[in-house]
């Protein structure tokens, strides 16, 4: 069955660069999170979108926006890239009209900011 | 402020016996909870849930149980295998209320299971 695709698995930036993270849903999922797991921390929630508006905002730093497009993939955007922005950055779709609702997740991105 | 805890930071335990992982929550507008297990290298993986208006659910050789006016949930695992081994991780959400879904997640526990 096809899950949640991330891309890249692995980016190296430099502080104050920019990093793009993409997000692929499970196909009919209309939901999409992100979610931020620094070292030996539990993940944050960041932010969700639905039906490509955004749904919800959590921890999400200014330097950091997001979108879901038409094909309901979503993208991170950060800015001002500093060091403790590396982290593994979780993606998470879910439909409320499929299963109970649970949020599945893609294998993350890992984001080492040198 | 941590509304979901899980102060276990690791666990072992034998082959073949039971494991129990415990998690509290500190909103009591959580009314849907979830455990999510992950291996080294994937994403997290949804296991079982529990909605607030029942206090077990089982699944195989996984049961969660919710204690509603302790604001506790465990998760118990009858008989443990070695491939159990893994961080599992307790998630809450007010699923009915404004939060859309999102899931606020405990720091995790790491189960060994020893053959």
């Not at chain 2, 929550?25 to 296991?47: H, I, Q, R, V």
């Not at chain 2, 204690?67 to 599992?88: E, T």
Request: hydrophobic share 30%.
């Amino acid at each position: 069955a096809a899950g949640v695709i991330q891309s890249p698995r692995h980016l190296i930036k430099e502080k104050r660069e920019t990093a793009t993270l993409k997000c692929y849903p499970i196909p009919r999922h209309d939901t999409v999170y992100w979610y931020q797991q620094g070292p030996g921390q539990d993940p944050q929630f960041l932010i969700s979108f639905y039906e490509k508006m955004q749904s919800d905002k959590g921890s999400i730093p200014d330097r950091f926006s997001a979108q879901q497009f038409s094909d309901y993939h979503s993208e991170l955007n950060m800015s001002s890239l500093e060091l403790g922005d590396s982290a593994l950055y979780f993606c998470a779709s879910s439909s409320p009209s499929v299963g109970t609702g649970e949020l599945f997740f893609g294998e993350g991105s890992r984001l080492t900011v040198l | 402020d941590q509304q979901v805890k899980q102060n276990s930071p690791s666990l072992s335990v034998q082959e073949g016996r039971i494991s129990i992982l415990n998690c509290d929550y500190t909103n009591s507008m959580f009314d849907y909870f979830l455990w999510y297990k992950k291996y080294p290298a994937e994403g997290p993986t949804f296991l079982i849930s529990i909605s607030s208006i029942k206090d077990k659910n089982e699944d195989g050789r996984f049961t969660v149980f919710l204690n509603k006016s302790a604001k506790h949930l465990s998760l118990h695992i009858v008989p443990s295998q070695p491939g159990d081994s893994a961080v599992y991780f307790c998630a809450a959400s007010d699923r009915y209320g404004g939060s859309q879904g999102n899931l606020i997640f405990g720091k995790g526990t790491k189960l060994s299971v020893k053959p």
